[in-house]
């Protein structure tokens, strides 16, 4: 019995001492190095460049080597970029278990930036979906710069003729999260009733538009400072979370689109019809344990009950950035932005999103 004793001590050590190391490799902050020099004969162009993780002190405007097309991609001269936390937890590196696909100790990739809008430059020589002079937006990784690639069959699609560089900017991650959450995990039906907790925000903006265009009864969650925005957006009914507390209301909802994550899971229960969603968009700060929490929650819950608690983890495609450009061309959708920052101004405009009071998207202008 000793010698179990024994080796169980020895097994859950050897257990915490893997976990230890495994911590240690994935928090490891490698030295920021300046970006590097360019030979004469290299064509150059200005991005946002950052070598090691950190705050919006290891970014720096560099110029660095301007990209060229493979035979199936396009170049895109960026009008315009959209700021979401996204790029601000790329940076940080946070949480840490992101950096087992971004990069341990120092970004894989050290251009910032994802949402973009601009003009089709030139295209590779398999290209047939594209050409010169399109004007474009989507998704991809860089697009704090002044030129991006992307292939044609990636998140990248035409912008509709009523809308700005501006505007299109601000759609793929937020609008694509909005759609996909209300769609597809929540798998929205009309004439029930959908609560947004966050709906002054980059996604709520576009989820409560969608949940309306899905001909649902939105309950918007935000500030008192944003209730006429939130209604002029189609909302039925507004909430002022400083005041109270959705989930003690004792209103019932049969899907609850989450971006901010101050609830718990079993308070959250309380808000939901027996057979309703949670879908969750947004969750609690931390490095390690808190965006967790709930996910790790859900999966203990969704046994046990009838309702659902879904973990969104949104997916750029192409075919729903042409179904957010038809809502947009018809005017069922209209992005809602805060305020817009020249390229230099990057780390400013990451502070501000970070402090997660932007009204709508806040928009790099490359103008």
Not at 251 to 280: C, F, K, P, W
């Amino acid at each position: 019995m000793k010698r179990w004793k024994k080796i169980t001590a020895s097994l859950l050590a050897l257990v915490g001492l893997v976990f230890l190391s495994l911590a240690l490799v994935i928090s490891y902050d490698s030295a920021c190095t300046p970006a590097p020099e360019l030979s004469e004969q290299s064509e150059r162009m200005k991005a946002i460049y950052y070598s090691c993780y950190g705050s919006t002190d290891v970014l720096e405007v560099a110029q660095v080597e301007k990209p060229k097309p493979a035979d199936d991609q396009i170049l895109i001269k960026i009008r315009a970029a959209g700021v979401n936390p996204l790029d601000w937890h790329y940076m940080r590196g946070s949480p840490y278990l992101m950096r087992l696909g971004s990069g341990l100790g120092l970004p894989d990739n050290p251009g910032l930036g994802v949402d973009f809008a601009g003009t089709v430059e030139a295209v590779g020589e398999k290209v047939t979906k594209f050409k010169p002079g399109d004007e474009v937006f989507g998704g991809g990784k860089g697009a704090f710069a002044e030129y991006l690639t992307i292939a044609e069959n990636g998140a990248v699609s035409l912008i509709p003729a009523n809308m700005s560089f501006e505007q299109a900017a601000s759609v793929p991650i937020a609008a694509i999260t909005a759609l996909q959450a209300l769609r597809d995990e929540g798998q929205v039906q009309k004439g029930q009733r959908v609560l947004i907790n966050g709906a002054s925000g980059g996604v709520g903006t576009f989820a409560v538009q969608i949940a309306k265009y899905y001909g649902a009864e939105v309950t918007g969650v935000c500030s008192a400072r944003n209730h006429e925005m939130v209604r002029s957006m189609g909302a039925d009914h507004v909430i002022d979370y400083r005041q109270v507390d959705y989930t003690r209301t004792g209103h019932r909802y049969d899907l609850i689109i989450d971006m901010v994550g101050n609830h718990s899971l079993s308070e959250n229960r309380q808000a939901l019809e027996a057979d309703g969603s949670l879908v969750m968009v947004g969750g609690a700060k931390g490095n390690w344990i808190g965006p967790l929490k709930n996910p790790l929650k859900a999966l203990l819950y969704s046994p046990f009950v009838g309702q659902k608690f879904i973990t969104l983890l949104a997916s750029l495609r192409q075919t729903d950035l042409d179904v957010l450009g038809d809502l947009m061309s018809t005017g069922k959708l209209t992005p809602v932005m805060d305020r817009s920052y020249p390229l230099n101004e990057v780390p400013d405009a990451l502070r501000y999103s970070e402090e997660g009071h932007a009204r709508g998207k806040i928009v790099i202008s490359m103008e």
